[in-house]
């Protein structure tokens, strides 16, 4: 062996584990909950708070959904006008159906906060919880948060721009419970099977393409959408999903579908109807770029065994 290498092979071993402790705080952080973050403000009672439960207690609700918003003051209310309309009348046709929304504030600047909490004061925290994050962790950081505090046999993640038809939820219930196994299973929203009704910008078609392309050889096979923000999660699944996530901002979709996927859960695609809304926080470009490096990110660090399926930690902590 030459003398180059001799000093190479000690300088890579360097890095990897220069590499590795990085990635641990950076996996620390993301499990990190900040003071008055796991509890929220009764409206009623506004002298004291109240602890959120957590995925290890049994469920309480039939059905929680989470709400992650961020500089939403303006798309919020029409979201929940809709949500609101069809999960009362549900409830009020189906007296087995109850329901929860948590609204998570992603640090936002504007009054999301305040907009959330006249709903909240509406409606009461039986039916409305928000939960307040101390600074802007990006829209997986915010669902993973409010996932975990949730009482749902089922959970559903969903925009607050109201992008998706709320009660298409009812084509998602019935395909999740047709494949979930031992209380695992996901379903899906898609925008892209040939049963959507899908309003799409040329320029958005062809992002949208050109991720599905990368995704598709990096992290995630069959899948047509992982990036829908409308989908559901038995608790159980939630629970060891969310629990393992490590992504926080716009690829953690990917993670969660290539976690699923690496522990053989069930996963179920559903056409839904869908409409581009405007006030979209994303750039097309640079957040792009973004997302492409979160899937390079996601692929090395399991197949280095950096990120690990740990599902014993979970067991652990819980």
Same mark, same amino acid.
């Given at each position: 062996m030459s003398l180059w290498w001799l000093l190479l092979v000690p300088l890579i071993a360097l890095l990897i584990g220069s590499l590795r402790h990085y990635l641990a705080k950076e996996a620390q952080a993301s499990r990190l909950w900040f003071p008055n973050e796991q509890s929220y403000v009764d409206p009623h009672n506004a002298s004291s708070r109240v602890e959120f439960p957590s995925l290890t207690d049994s469920p309480a609700v039939y059905l929680s959904v989470i709400i992650p918003a961020y500089n939403e003051e303006k798309r919020l209310p029409l979201m929940l006008d809709e949500a609101l309309a069809y999960l009362s009348g549900r409830?009020? +046709? &189906?007296?087995s159906f109850t329901y929860e929304l948590i609204i998570v504030d992603d640090g936002s600047k504007d009054e999301t906060a305040q907009v *959330?909490? +006249?709903? $909240? =004061?509406r409606e009461t925290v039986s039916k409305i919880r928000l939960l307040k994050? *101390?600074?802007n962790r990006g829209k997986g950081g915010a669902v993973k948060r409010g996932m975990l505090c949730a009482r749902g046999k089922y959970l559903l993640m $969903?925009?607050?721009?109201? *992008?998706? %038809?709320?009660?298409?939820i009812e084509k998602l219930e019935k395909g999740l419970q047709d494949v979930q196994t031992n209380g695992m299973g996901i379903a899906v929203g898609s925008r892209h099977l040939k049963d959507t009704? $899908?309003?799409?910008?040329?320029?958005?078609?062809?992002?949208?393409?050109?991720?599905?392309?990368?995704?598709?050889?990096?992290?995630v096979r069959g899948?047509? &959408?992982? =990036?829908?923000?409308? %989908?559901?999660?038995? +608790? =159980?699944?939630?629970?060891?999903?969310?629990?393992l996530l490590h992504i926080e901002r716009w690829a953690f979709d990917v993670e969660l579908l290539f976690l699923a996927q690496s522990l053989n859960m069930p996963i179920i695609e559903i056409g839904v109807n869908w409409n581009e809304i405007e006030g979209s926080k994303i750039d097309p470009f640079w957040d792009s770029l973004k997302m492409a490096r979160d899937l390079v990110k996601i692929r090395l660090m399991y197949v280095l065994s950096i990120w690990k399926l740990d599902i014993s930690r979970i067991a652990r902590d819980a």
């Open positions: 409830a009020s +046709r &189906d007296t *959330a909490m +006249r709903y $909240v =004061q994050l *101390a600074q $969903v925009d607050a721009d109201g *992008a998706t %038809k709320f009660s298409d009704n $899908v309003k799409k910008s040329l320029f958005r078609n062809l992002l949208t393409w050109g991720f599905h392309f990368i995704t598709e050889f990096l992290c899948v047509n &959408d992982t =990036q829908c923000g409308f %989908k559901l999660f038995t +608790r =159980q699944s939630a629970f060891l999903l969310f629990n």
